[in-house]
């Protein structure tokens, strides 16, 4: 009897869907299917800034791993998936971004500049609180940057996508907590 029990318990458990992963009240599913691949939720992090939450984060790959190196290097489909909590100007998402885009690219910037350029102009005015900022890689393709409600514009070149990737997933990361989130480091 025991022993069936036993069984039955652990067909239930083997059986049962994996729950999507939640941080600060969003929920991210376990998949999103990009240019016809799935990808697997690698892990989510939450920015803050001082006592702010400023947003979540999902990052969604196609073979998930803890290490960031492998993670920036593997030419494959990502996606960065961010969920703002708070209202932010233009100006406070570009300068981030391009700050830690700055620290990545090093040497490269110069070449990566236009680009970065084109990137900051498709980030609308304004972005409220509940809107999200899709970021999505795939080879060949260059990044797609989407934000909900609004345009949508493609940067070429996996050296660019490299350094957007990088300024979570870098050396020096925005927030080392976020990038040991995404990396499936924290739960």
Do not use: C, H
Request: proline share 4%; hydrophobic share 40%; aromatic share 6%.
């Amino acid at each position: 009897m025991k022993k069936t029990l036993t069984a039955v318990l652990l067909s239930l458990t083997l059986a049962a869907p994996v729950m999507a992963k939640e941080i600060a009240g969003v929920k991210y599913p376990d998949t999103a299917t990009v240019a016809g691949k799935e990808l697997k939720l690698n892990g989510v992090g939450l920015r803050k800034k001082a006592i702010f939450k400023v947003y979540t984060l999902g990052l969604y790959v196609e073979n998930p791993t803890q290490d960031a190196t492998a993670l920036l290097n593997a030419d494959e489909v990502k996606r960065v998936r961010m969920f703002m909590k708070r209202d932010l100007k233009k100006e406070q998402i570009t300068e981030a971004i391009e700050n830690g885009f700055k620290k990545s690219a090093g040497a490269n910037m110069p070449k990566l500049q236009a680009r970065l350029d084109t990137f900051k102009n498709a980030i609308p005015a304004e972005v409220k609180e509940g809107q999200e900022l899709n970021l999505t890689y795939v080879p060949g393709k260059g990044t797609t940057v989407q934000v909900t409600g609004g345009q949508s514009i493609d940067v070429e070149g996996k050296d660019f996508a490299d350094a957007l990737f990088s300024v979570w997933l870098g050396k020096d990361p925005v927030d080392s907590g976020l990038k040991d989130g995404i990396l499936g480091k924290e739960d």
